[in-house]
């Protein structure tokens, strides 16, 4: 490797060890709150349990259980936020796919690509000293997409814009509302390590016994300095 390719891909390694730390937080965040979402249906469905048991022989009906959710300001304990919901309505918004893992996931497709986009891509393109566009990664590409169906069309993939998917197309279903399981969501966050490291293996992907970018599922970057000929 020449000296001033080493001397880019150092540089590009420091930006890309904080992208892969915060693409890590942003899956801590998502699997802390798929737990946070289950506890919500366990205590739930346990209070539905307790207030529709019959009671005497001649209760066969339940109750419908009404849910109250507050948030009190501190500053302000005479202001007080309040949901109030059917039980049926709050346990389908904290189901599995349900509502709020939905949102949980466009969320973090937003903030991933506007990261991505806003960060680290002009920071990459300035070491190489290129323009911003001239960095394209297919799974970065297809993040674009769905940044701009969920902003912009109601989280739904035209099938136009489905056609232009390069790594996703398979579980991302065109004309209708972005729905994703935690396989799928898992799967892209695999595809985003896959993408940042096709920026590593610019500089060493030719070499004998680099691995394939698609065959990595996870990354992590030591910071341990060059070695000189003593293996210092």
Known sequence: ????????ATAE?????????????????????????????VRIERQVARVTRPVRKALRDGEEVVVWDSLEDPSRPDAIHSSIR?????????????FNEQQICW???????????????????????VKPNDI??????????LRKAII????IVSDQEHAKLQKM????????????????????????KNAISQIILCYTGDLPGAPSSDDI????????????????
């Open 13 to 41: 390694l420091i930006i890309l060890r904080d992208f892969i730390e915060f693409v890590n937080k942003q899956s801590s965040v998502y699997m802390d709150c798929l737990n946070g979402f289950a506890g919500n249906t």
């Open 217 to 232: 599922v996870d990354l992590a970057i030591q910071n341990v300095g060059r070695s000189d000929k003593s293996g210092s």
């Open 169 to 192: 197309a398979d579980f991302i279903k065109p004309n209708e509302k972005l729905v994703l399981n935690h396989d799928q969501m898992h799967k892209i966050f695999v595809l985003i």
């Open 136 to 145: 394209k990664l297919d799974a970065l590409g297809d993040l674009r997409i």
């Open 1 to 8: 490797m020449a000296e001033h390719d080493f001397e880019k």
């Open 152 to 155: 912009h069309a109601k989280s």
């Open 86 to 98: 059917k039980s049926s309505s709050y346990l389908a918004d904290n189901a599995e796919a349900g």
């Open 107 to 129: 969320a973090i497709i937003v903030f991933l690509f506007a990261h991505w986009d806003e960060e680290v891509r002009p920071s990459i393109a300035r070491v190489r000293g």
